[in-house]
């Protein structure tokens, strides 16, 4: 062999693999197009969270979680406007479920108490 084989092999093995790639880049989907994670949307965040607030540091005040929902909704239309691309992640998301379950739950005690009848 001779290095003008030598450079017509290299060049078809270039080739190759130049196709190779291009056919496994094709064959291989995008992770972020093959399973989006779904986000809620800034209205159900707000809700999530005013749900509790108002449990938690106004509970006299009574309001509801059709309120709620209704807060939710405005001043995530307004979130929405001024931050449009605004994308919180999952791990956000997931600390706010947990605000909504546990928050109203915050001043009880774990355990149910149980009081002994005294004698008498």
Known sequence: MNADDFSGLAAEAQAVES???SDGAAEKPKRETESPTPTP???????ALLVPTFRVL???WEVTEPECALLGESYGAVLDKYFPDL?????FAALLAT???FG???GKPRAAVHH???PG
């Open 58 to 60: 106004a509970p006299a």
């Open 19 to 21: 196709a190779a790639a």
């Open 41 to 47: 949307s800034s209205a159900q965040l707000l809700t």
């Open 99 to 101: 605000l909504a379950v």
């Open 104 to 106: 109203p739950r915050w």
């Open 116 to 118: 002994r009848a005294t």
């Open 87 to 91: 994308d919180i992640g999952v791990e």
